[in-house]
C-alpha cells in the first residue's frame, strides 16, 4: 500500500515561506514517487478542501490555484524522489492543513480534482502574527 507523508509545517509570520514536503513508501518493486503525478491540497477548519497545486509526472509540468498563483510553487526533485511544495509571502488565510495526494489514475490538471486514493496525514501550516 502506498504511504504519502508531508513535513514542513510550522507556525509563520504573515509575508514568511516554507516548503513542504512529500515522500513516499511503499511502491511496487522498480516503482517511486516520481512515478506518479502529485497534488497539494489544503483544507482549514470548517472549510472544504482545496487544490492548491499539482505536478505531472511525465514532464513536471505544473498546475497552481488561482487563489495562490505567484505565491506558491510545486516542484519535484527526482533523486530524492521528493515533491516539494513552497509557500511565499503567506497570509493568515493560507492557515490549513496541507496534505499531498495521489494514486495510480490520478491526473495533475487544472482541476485539481482531489478523487485520488493516497493521502498522507497532513502537515499544519499556520500563519499568524
Known amino acids: 500500500q502506498v504511504q504519502l507523508v508531508e513535513s514542513g509545517g510550522g507556525v509563520v509570520e504573515p509575508g514568511g515561506s516554507l516548503t513542504l514536503s512529500c515522500v513516499g513508501s511503499?511502491?511496487?518493486?522498480?516503482?517511486?514517487?516520481?512515478?506518479?503525478?502529485i497534488g497539494w491540497f489544503r483544507q482549514a477548519p470548517g472549510k472544504q478542501r482545496e487544490g492548491v497545486a499539482c505536478?505531472?509526472?511525465?514532464?513536471?509540468?505544473?498546475y497552481i490555484a488561482d487563489s495562490v498563483k505567484g505565491r506558491f510553487t510545486v516542484s519535484r526533485d527526482h533523486a530524492k524522489n521528493t515533491v516539494y511544495l513552497r509557500l511565499d509571502s503567506l497570509k493568515p488565510e493560507d492557515t490549513a492543513l496541507y496534505y499531498c495526494?495521489?494514486?495510480?489514475?490520478?491526473?495533475?490538471?487544472?482541476?485539481?480534482?482531489?478523487?485520488?486514493?493516497?493521502w498522507g496525514q497532513g502537515t499544519q501550516v499556520t500563519v499568524s502574527s
Open positions: 511503499g511502491f511496487a518493486p522498480g516503482v517511486n514517487l516520481n512515478y506518479y503525478p
Open positions: 505536478i505531472k509526472n511525465s514532464d513536471d509540468s505544473t
Open positions: 495526494a495521489t494514486d495510480n489514475n490520478w491526473i495533475c490538471t487544472r482541476r485539481l480534482n482531489s478523487n485520488a486514493d493516497y
